[in-house]
Structures are given as C-alpha cells and as structure tokens.
C-alpha cells in the first residue's frame, strides 16, 4: 500500500537501511533537511511529554560508527542533488519549492551532544559539505541546551559554526516547575538558561520552542511571562537571539494528553511574546489542524 503521509509531514526518522542518516522535508528548514542520528539507542536526557520517539521498542544500535555513518551522509547528498530522492516515496509528492537542500541536521532519537563522537562527525559532515562545493548548505544542530559549554560539545561548535551552522536551542519553560512537568529531566532549569546564554553571547541562537495543551491545558499567562523573561534576561546579557520559532505538537506521541494547540491560541502566545520582546523575530508554525503554512511575526 503506497504512503500517503504528505512529504512535509514525514518526518520519521528512517531511510532504507541506514542506521545514522534520514532525509526529510522540513517546514522549519522550508526544504529538504538531511538528519544525523547519533542516538540510534533512543537513549536521551530529556523525557519530554511531547516526543513522538517510541522508547518502549529497542533502539537499532548502540554504537556510532562514524565511517557508516559519512558513507550514508554522502549516499544521500548524491540523491538530493541528482534529484533521484524525488523518485521515492513520500518524497515525489514534495513541491517544486521544497525540491532544494536546505541543510544537514544534527537531530535525532535523543540529544546529539551526549555522543562523544558528536565533534568528529560535525568534522566529518562539513568535509562532505567542502568535497562537494556546498558552502551554502548550513549545518544545524538541534540541541536541548543540556551539553552546551561541555568541552567536546565546543569543540564540535567551533566547526559547525566555522560551516555555515546554526544553533537551535530548545526552551520549553519560564519556570522550573514547568519545566519538569513538559521537559521530565533531572538537568535542572537554571542549568539550560546558562547554557544559552553563555553560549548565545558567542555565537547567535535561535530559539525553539514548543509549547502544547497537558492534561487539557496550555501554558498559563503567567508562564509565558516568566518565558519571556528569561528571553529577555537573555537578551539583556548580550546574548545573540536570531530568531524564535514557536510551535506545537505537530505528529502523534506516546503521551495521549499531550495535543497540540489551536492556531488561535498559539497566535495569542505569540502576541503574547511579541509584545514582550519587540524586535525579536517570531515565526510561528501550527499544529496539524492549524494552517499549512507559518506565518511571521
């Protein structure tokens, strides 16, 4: 039976038989993304109530092997830039607009920077990257902010950085509270927010941030003000904010009682941040029930 799942709301993290390396088209990348997976075992820091990764199966393996890994890294490059990836499924229904790479993701079955090998194949992906004449192409690496001032984990960002990199930063909470009931970790809050902000005075972030209903509840007002609080506290110590991307829960979970947002709602929390913070750029990308396309604000 063919795959009718639209290729912009595919993201599984599986191609072939690879083990490492999935391509996806991505709304927030607004083209085709190419993940890493350095977390094959499912193993991850966080237990957020939103992931739709499925811990109760065992993970493909627990090992990283970095030459697999740059071979099938460089498998899909070569598909995506001969076009032949359009020939598969769900990839021939992409738009002529999303038929473009966009980049190459550190993003996977749990939080990249825990794998020691993560500065070695940032290395490896940017000499891909060189070989083929893709400066243009960025690097990304999608981080819960646990490992940000981690020695390797800097050292991997001096290279993603040096590439055409960026930093998407999770931050789900204004408060600790809230933040162990969405995010389940024992990495305490104050931790991430001087992760981000030593790191966002370096370098420029973008934030990511989710937010959902729980158990029949959006995050109060309250909640948003202390977010953006910290946004602002963030700002305030030079921190480099390039962007915010807000959203909600956009793909199936294993936790029943964490839905998405409606469009309105999530609107009003952008309101909401954006009033609090002028000047900072929001987008805003919408649940499955909310409009297709995001909007700016």
């Known amino acids: ?3 009718l799942i639209p290729a912009h709301l595919d ?7 690879f083990d490492y390396c999935y391509p996806v088209i991505s709304r927030r990348s607004k083209g085709v993304s190419l ?3 350095l977390n094959p075992d499912k ?3 966080f237990d957020c109530v939103y992931c739709e990764v499925d811990r109760t ?3 493909k393996r627990r090992d990283i092997d970095l030459d697999q890994l740059e071979q099938e890294m460089a498998a899909l490059l070569d598909l995506t830039l001969d076009g032949s990836l359009f020939t598969f499924s769900p990839f021939d229904s992409a738009g002529p607009e999303q038929r473009r790479l966009n980049d190459i993701a550190f993003s996977g079955d749990g939080e990249p920077t825990t794998a020691k090998e993560f500065p070695e194949a940032v290395e490896r992906i940017a000499h891909l990257k060189w070989q083929r004449g893709l400066q243009d192409v960025k690097l990304v690496l999608i981080t ?3 490992r940000l001032q981690a020695r390797e984990v800097v050292q991997g960002l001096d290279t993603l950085m040096a590439n055409n990199g960026e930093i998407w930063a999770k931050l789900d909470a204004g408060t600790e509270a809230y933040y162990q009931e969405i995010n389940r970790t024992s990495i305490p809050f104050s931790r991430i927010l001087e992760n981000i902000e030593i790191t966002a005075r370096l370098r420029p972030i973008t934030i990511q941030s989710l937010f959902l209903s729980w158990k029949g509840k959006g995050p109060s007002t309250e909640e948003i003000a202390a977010y953006c609080g910290c946004l602002g506290r ?4 030079g921190g480099q904010l390039q962007g915010l991307q807000l959203y909600t829960v956009a793909r199936p979970t294993p936790e029943p009682e964490a839905r998405a947002l409606k ?6 929390l952008a309101a909401q941040v954006a009033e609090a913070l002028p000047g900072l750029s929001i987008e805003v990308f919408y649940g499955p029930e909310g409009p297709e396309e995001h909007t700016v604000v």
């Open 234 to 237: 963030i700002q305030g110590m």
């Open 57 to 59: 199966t065992p993970g």
């Open 35 to 37: 993940g890493v997976n």
């Open 43 to 45: 193993v991850c820091n």
């Open 144 to 146: 819960d902010s646990s």
């Open 263 to 268: 469009a309105a709602e999530l609107d009003a």
């Open 11 to 17: 993201h599984r993290r599986i191609w072939s038989d």
């Open 1 to 3: 039976m063919p795959d």
